[in-house]
């Protein structure tokens, strides 16, 4: 197994209409030539935990940090215009922080992120991550 020390939480980027989960985002990430989904695990609008990529494997989310981590999309992260909108249902937000808990648990993960925190480029996941997960 890895070593893995963090979490990155991600999103979509996709609109509140839009109810995608790991098999759209992994048929995305193939067509850009990817070898399969950058994610370990997507939260979708109903509150479902899809599986991505295995943890057993490094991720493809976040250059220069993906050794090293766990990556969490939650689905959504625009609104209607595609700017920037933290438009998450409070179940999605609720399953996100039993999620990382129990993942921070089985991996003795104490460094939670958001991809924002790594590019000032970035909004994604268009909130502050450790204010909610903290």
Excluded at 10 to 33: F, L, N, Q, V, Y
Excluded at 87 to 97: D, F, H, P
Excluded at 102 to 125: N, W
Aim: aromatic share 6%; net charge neutral; with cysteine.
């Amino acid at each position: 197994m890895r070593d893995i020390n963090e979490i990155i939480v991600h999103c979509s980027a996709t609109k509140p209409t839009m109810d995608i989960g790991a098999r759209d985002i992994r048929e995305w990430h193939m067509a850009r030539g990817w070898t399969d989904i950058g994610y370990h695990f997507v939260i979708r609008r109903d509150g479902s935990v899809d599986d991505g990529r295995p943890v057993s494997k490094i991720g493809a989310h976040a250059r220069g940090h993906n050794e090293e981590s766990i990556g969490v999309c939650i689905v959504g992260g625009v609104d209607a215009n595609n700017k920037p909108d933290s438009n998450y249902t409070i179940v999605q937000l609720n399953v996100l922080v039993s999620l990382v808990a129990r993942l921070k648990d089985e991996f003795g993960i104490t460094k939670v992120t958001g991809h924002r925190d790594y590019s000032s480029m970035k909004a994604c996941p268009c909130f502050d991550v450790k204010s909610l997960l903290s």
